[in-house]
T-cell receptor, first 112, second 110 residues
Framework: DGGITQSPKYLFRKEGQNVTLSCEQN?????MYWYRQDPGQGLRLIYY???????QKGDIAEGYSVSREKKESFPLTVTSAQKNPTAFYLC???????????FGSGTRLTVV | RKEVEQDPGPFNVPEGATVAFNCTYS??????FFWYRQDCRKEPKLLMS???SGNEDGRFTAQLNRASQYISLLIRDSKLSDSATYLC???????????FGTGTSLTVIP
């Protein structure tokens, strides 16, 4: 079955540490996205990529980095510069604006 | 003004009730609209797209009013399994990025 796989499901980060969240899709979608969700808030766009080897900052890119070396993969690195990284991170992909998103099951990141 | 605004609720309704959610958006250039459902601690899942002509899927009806820039979701004959948070999603007008509302919480009570 086609879909988006995010791993790990839960991740614990120590202060000052960089961590990388994995996102893989086999839907053949060109566009991929990373969102962050905090309690009581809507999803906020971190980064997005419309094609391989190209990506754009979203609304809250500071402290994050991404790469898009393959169509199927869009990993997100949460760097030590991100001061409040504890959140639910969601990866999504889409055909175009008329079909909406398909989401992965998310990664819950906690700073310890 | 937020790009997408929803009443956060919570809406607590008895089984069998009809409940309606509204959502307003600020970008008049937005071209596509969706309702997503999100269960607790899970990812959002597409419930239905919203078209100008309105669309229905079983007990769910979605409407779009471009002139007033709002969309609505009507749930008839509520089931316990409808308990979730409903997210209003609007595209940003150009490109494939979307704005998400903060969600409306629904609890259906036996």
């Amino acid at each position: 079955d086609g879909g988006i796989t995010q791993s790990p499901k839960y991740l614990f980060r120590k202060e000052g540490q960089n961590v990388t969240l994995s996102c893989e899709q086999n839907l053949n979608h060109d566009a991929m996205y990373w969102y962050r969700q905090d309690p009581g808030q809507g999803l906020r766009l971190i980064y997005y990529s419309q094609i391989v080897n190209d990506f754009q900052k979203g609304d809250i890119a500071e402290g994050y980095s991404v790469s898009r070396e393959k169509k199927e993969s869009f990993p997100l690195t949460v760097t030590s510069a991100q001061k409040n990284p504890t959140a639910f991170y969601l990866c999504a992909s889409s055909w175009d604006r008329y079909y909406g998103y398909t989401f992965g099951s998310g990664t819950r990141l906690t700073v310890v | 003004r937020k790009e997408v605004e929803q009443d956060p609720g919570p809406f607590n309704v008895p089984e069998g009730a009809t409940v309606a959610f509204n959502c307003t958006y600020s970008n008049s250039a937005s071209q596509s609209f969706f309702w997503y459902r999100q269960d607790c601690r899970k990812e959002p899942k597409l419930l239905m797209s919203v078209y100008s002509s309105g669309n229905e899927d079983g007990r769910f009806t979605a409407q779009l009013n471009r002139a007033s820039q709002y969309i609505s979701l009507l749930i008839r004959d509520s089931k316990l399994s409808d308990s979730a948070t409903y997210l209003c999603v609007v595209n940003r007008g150009t490109g494939n990025q979307f704005y998400f509302g903060t969600g409306t919480s629904l609890t259906v009570i036996p």
